[in-house]
């Protein structure tokens, strides 16, 4: 597997050896100190990762960023990766805009979703790539043919935090978690969150459902009971679906980063290998999985007397090298 990092702090610590020749390590790859909004693997290439930078979505392939896939007028504010061909990029803005990036044809298209000012998520659907949804936050659209017309599906005055289409329809606010068998049209309240707040979905190989509330991750079992597999150290996490489980990111109240690979029952492994991250300040970070590659951002505002960063942010892989049977 490859596991990438993006850091702004100081390093301490050494890689772990795994067992007899074999040894972890660490390598950096050129990334310019830009910093991360966001990252979407690809659903279709195990070997690939798209990053917001502010209003361009790059792409990484293979370790290295290999081109700009899109450089917009606006702010890029979420991605949405196709779940199977041909392959396609939903692009959310802070405006009004969703842009399609076709692979096929290297073209972008623009739609303007009536009734939303800005865009704060996509996601295609699970079953095509002309149904996915889109929304502002409060207010959730449909299409089902590509973007030529949208159906109002979802609306609530809490914040929706994450949407996912895999059969079923899954919507996650801030205190409640909604699912919908028939493409929006009916909801069922499937989770209630009395005092803790919702982080959102996870799903892994085979689109098992996770939900992440406050430091406790629940399992999903059709046809609707939570099961707590899982509870986080003290501190902030982001977790995101790998190969059978998931992997998590924990800042904790030192400012360290911890990552740990948990199955889908809740047995865990260490995955932070010897290397100790520590920082200061807020603690910005960012995961994402494709299967057995792992890439991570870890943001931290750390500046001079001047405004100039200290640090920069860089890019670095991890290749843990799987031991013989």
């Given amino acids: 597997m490859l596991v990438y990092f993006a850091c702004n702090g100081l390093q301490r610590g050494t890689p772990v050896p795994l067992g007899d020749e074999f040894e972890d390590r660490w390598n950096s790859i050129g990334w310019g100190g830009l910093s991360v909004a966001g990252i979407e693997p690809s659903k279709i290439n195990e070997r690939e990762f798209f990053v917001i930078v502010t209003g361009d979505v790059w792409r990484i392939r293979d370790t290295v960023v290999t081109n700009t896939l899109f450089d917009g007028a606006s702010?890029?504010?979420?991605?949405?990766?196709?779940?199977?061909?041909?392959?396609?990029?939903?692009?959310?803005?802070?405006?009004?805009?969703?842009?399609?990036?076709?692979?096929?044809?290297?073209?972008?298209?623009?739609?303007?979703?009536?009734?939303?000012?800005?865009?704060?998520?996509?996601?295609?659907?699970?079953?095509?790539?002309?149904?996915?949804?889109?929304?502002?936050?409060?207010?959730?659209?449909?299409?089902?043919?590509?973007?030529?017309?949208?159906?109002?599906?979802?609306?609530?005055?809490?914040?929706?935090?994450?949407?996912?289409?895999?059969?079923?329809?899954?919507?996650?606010?801030?205190?409640?978690?909604?699912?919908?068998?028939?493409?929006?049209?009916?909801?069922?309240?499937?989770?209630?969150?009395?005092?803790?707040?919702?982080?959102?979905?996870?799903?892994?190989?085979?689109?098992?459902?996770?939900?992440?509330?406050?430091?406790?991750?629940?399992?999903?079992?059709?046809?609707?009971?939570?099961?707590?597999?899982?509870?986080?150290?003290?501190?902030?996490?982001?977790?995101?679906?790998?190969?059978?489980?998931?992997?998590?990111?924990?800042?904790?109240?030192?400012?360290?980063?911890?990552?740990?690979?948990?199955?889908r029952t809740g047995q865990s492994i260490d995955l932070s290998m010897g290397i100790a991250y520590s920082y200061y300040d807020e603690v910005l970070a960012l995961i994402a999985a494709n299967q057995k590659e792992y890439l991570l951002f870890i943001g931290e505002p750390n500046y001079d007397d001047s405004g100039n960063s200290i640090v920069p942010d860089n890019l670095s892989y991890y290749y843990d090298t799987p031991l013989p049977p």
């Fill in 75 to 263: 702010a890029v504010t979420c991605l949405s990766s196709s779940y199977g061909p041909p392959q396609k990029l939903l692009i959310g803005t802070e405006t009004s805009s969703v842009f399609i990036y076709d692979f096929a044809s290297g073209s972008t298209s623009e739609i303007v979703v009536p009734g939303l000012v800005s865009i704060s998520h996509v996601s295609f659907s699970s079953l095509d790539n002309q149904t996915f949804y889109t929304g502002d936050g409060h207010l959730l659209l449909r299409t089902g043919d590509g973007g030529v017309n949208f159906d109002s599906i979802f609306h609530t005055n809490d914040d929706i935090v994450d949407i996912v289409d895999i059969y079923p329809l899954c919507v996650a606010t801030n205190r409640n978690v909604f699912l919908s068998y028939d493409q929006g049209n009916t909801w069922d309240t499937s989770y209630t969150a009395a005092s803790a707040v919702i982080k959102g979905f996870a799903t892994d190989d085979v689109f098992h459902l996770y939900l992440g509330v406050d430091s406790t991750i629940f399992s999903y079992e059709p046809p609707g009971q939570w099961n707590q597999i899982f509870t986080v150290d003290a501190g902030n996490f982001t977790f995101t679906g790998i190969e059978q489980g998931l992997l998590i990111a924990v800042i904790n109240n030192d400012y360290d980063l911890k990552i740990q690979k948990v199955s």
